[in-house]
C-alpha cells in the first residue's frame, strides 16, 4: 500500500516571502498521480496543483510550484511571494496509474501560517 | 459556480444514535467520494461511487456505516450506532469520471461530534 508523508506539521512564513512545504511517498508502483490540496479553515478544500509521474517538468501554477524528484520519492510545494490568503492547511496526495478508480491517499498535513 | 452541497454542517449527537449525511455532488458528476477526516489528519477514504454503483468501500466499517446513490446523484452517509471515535469531519467530494487526473471538487464538509 502507497504511504504518505509531511514531516512539517507546522510551518511559517513571512508575507511576501518564499516557503517550502515537503512531501514524500512510498510506493513500488512507476505510474502515479501526485497532487497538493489547500484546506482554508472553514472551508472547501482544493486543489492547488497536480503532478504527473511520467512528466520530468515540474508543474507550475502561478505563485505555486513543485520540486518533484521521483528517484527520491519526493514532491516538495513552494509558495513565492507568499500572501495573507495562503494561510490554510495543505495536503499532498497521491493516486495510483494503475486503477482508474481516482482514490487518493493523503497526507496528515502541513498548517501554514503568513505572518503579515 | 457549482458546488458540492453537503448538510448538515455540523451534527452533535450521544453515542449509539443513529445519524446521517447528504451530499449533492456538482451537476453531472458521475463519481462522488465520501472520506472521514480526523482532527490532525488528512482524509481518508471511505467510500466511492460511480453513477449509483459502489466502487470502493474497502475502508467504509460496514456493521455500522452504510452508503447509498440510489439515483446516481445525490448520496447518503449514515452511522447507526455511532461510537466515541466517530467524531470527524466528513468531507464528500465529486469529479466528472473518476479518472486519475481529474479534479475532486469538495464540500464544506459535515463535522460530527459524538458525546
Known amino acids: 500500500a502507497q504511504t504518505v508523508t509531511q514531516s512539517q506539521p507546522e510551518m511559517s512564513v513571512q508575507e511576501a516571502e518564499t516557503v517550502t512545504l515537503s512531501c514524500t511517498y512510498d510506493t513500488s508502483e512507476s505510474d502515479y498521480y501526485l497532487f497538493w490540496y489547500k484546506q482554508p479553515p472553514s472551508r472547501q478544500m482544493i486543489l492547488v496543483i497536480r503532478q504527473e509521474a511520467y512528466k520530468q517538468q515540474n508543474a507550475t501554477e502561478n505563485r505555486f510550484s513543485v520540486n518533484f524528484q521521483k528517484a527520491a520519492k519526493s514532491f516538495s510545494l513552494k509558495i513565492s511571494d507568499s500572501q495573507l490568503g495562503d494561510a490554510a492547511m495543505y495536503f499532498c496526495?497521491?493516486?495510483?496509474?494503475?486503477?482508474?478508480?481516482?482514490?487518493?491517499?493523503f497526507g496528515d498535513g502541513t498548517t501554514l501560517t503568513v505572518k503579515p | 459556480e457549482a458546488e458540492v452541497a453537503q448538510s448538515p454542517r455540523y451534527k452533535i449527537t450521544e453515542k449509539s444514535q443513529a445519524v446521517a449525511f447528504w451530499c449533492d455532488p456538482i451537476s453531472g458528476h458521475a463519481t462522488l467520494y465520501w472520506y472521514r477526516q480526523i482532527l490532525g489528519q488528512g482524509p481518508e477514504l471511505l467510500v466511492q461511487?460511480?453513477?449509483?454503483?459502489?466502487?470502493?468501500d474497502s475502508q467504509l466499517p460496514k456493521d455500522r456505516f452504510s452508503a447509498e446513490r440510489l439515483k446516481g446523484v445525490d448520496s447518503t452517509l449514515k452511522i447507526q450506532p455511532a461510537e466515541l471515535g466517530d467524531s470527524a469531519m466528513y468531507l464528500c467530494?465529486?469529479?466528472?469520471?473518476?479518472?486519475?487526473?481529474?479534479?475532486?471538487?469538495f464540500g464544506p464538509g459535515t463535522r460530527l461530534t459524538v458525546l
Open positions: 461511487f460511480q453513477d449509483e454503483s459502489v466502487v470502493d
Open positions: 496526495a497521491y493516486r495510483s496509474g494503475y486503477t482508474n478508480a481516482g482514490k487518493s491517499t
Open positions: 467530494a465529486s469529479s466528472s469520471r473518476g479518472g486519475n487526473l481529474d479534479t475532486q471538487y
